[in-house]
């Protein structure tokens, strides 16, 4: 099938943003390597590196992860040193509702379906910063029923409520559920050695996938797009957890993208002169 105009330009244009996004994480390099900072692609960034050596070619963003611990000093030394057209995004900054630590480029555009206009928090392209923190090496089975649990409550009190005696109902019960798991939670934290698993803390709103620390650390450089960034020690481990099968190419209709609208370069507005604001010269 012959692509339309259309796709030929919504292909250039995602080509485009990609290769924004890429300057980004170069600068985020940078910024690591300078300051001994340990990261590591993560997701579908990492899954493109090993597959694709680069992009996903339908993806649209790009996710790394570092040790929650090392958080502050990477959010000190991107505020410092950040070029102008990039800012430091951190979850709660400027009313957004991300919760996680975003670098944005301030020239560009892209929004996803979940975007607020009525807040006036920065959208152009980014890099996602996840954080990783040590899990507890309990069996595997009892973590997944726990955290799968905690995160389903967490979701439904923290869902939209219309008010009703059925809705005040749900609130109490799933409140007094999620405490009891979060105790739970804690036994099994302070119980269990906590050196053994990273988990990324926001998938599933907070509980999220193991992987074992010597599939992460130490660190190592991975080719993407042609440049060396940092890569989890075991590439393959970490992919298998995140995707098992991972070199499986999803048929066309499950190849997703986050963006509805991105712009890769936003048009200077010109200056208004007196005689164009309609004022005599």
């Known amino acids: 099938m012959t692509p339309t105009y259309l796709d030929t330009y919504k292909a250039q244009q995602l080509r485009s943003c990609q290769l924004k996004q890429l300057e980004i994480l170069k600068t985020v390099d940078s910024i690591c390597r300078a300051h001994h900072i340990d990261y590591w692609l993560d997701g579908g960034t990492l ?105 389903r409550s967490y979701s439904i009190l923290h869902h939209r409520h219309y008010y009703s005696w059925r809705a005040v109902a749900e609130l109490f019960w799933f409140g007094a559920k999620h405490a009891l798991l979060r105790a739970a939670w804690a036994a099994v934290c302070t119980t269990h050695r906590k050196d053994v698993f990273f988990s990324n803390t926001l998938v599933n709103n907070g509980y999220g996938i193991m992987h074992r620390r010597d599939s992460i650390f130490p660190v190592k450089d991975i080719t993407f797009e042609g440049h060396t960034f940092l890569g989890p020690a075991n590439p393959d481990a970490y992919l298998r957890d995140l995707f098992h099968d991972y070199m499986e190419i999803p048929p066309v209709e499950k190849r997703k993208i986050h963006s509805v609208f991105m712009v890769a370069e936003l048009v200077p507005t010109a200056p208004t002169t007196g005689k164009d604001a309609g004022t005599q010269p």
């Open 47 to 151: 899954l493109g590196a090993v597959r694709h050596g680069g992009f996903i070619p339908w993806d649209d963003d790009i996710d790394i992860a570092m040790r929650r611990d090392d958080l502050p000093r990477f959010e000190a030394a991107a505020a410092r040193e950040l070029p102008a057209h990039l800012q430091l995004q951190l979850p709660g900054a400027e009313h957004t509702k991300e919760p996680i630590i975003k670098i944005r480029d301030l020239n560009s555009f892209y929004v996803e379906a979940s975007d607020d206009f009525s807040m006036g928090y920065q959208k152009g392209l980014y890099v996602d910063v996840f954080p990783m923190v040590p899990y507890p090496s309990a069996p595997r089975g009892m973590v997944r029923r726990i955290t799968r649990e905690l995160s």
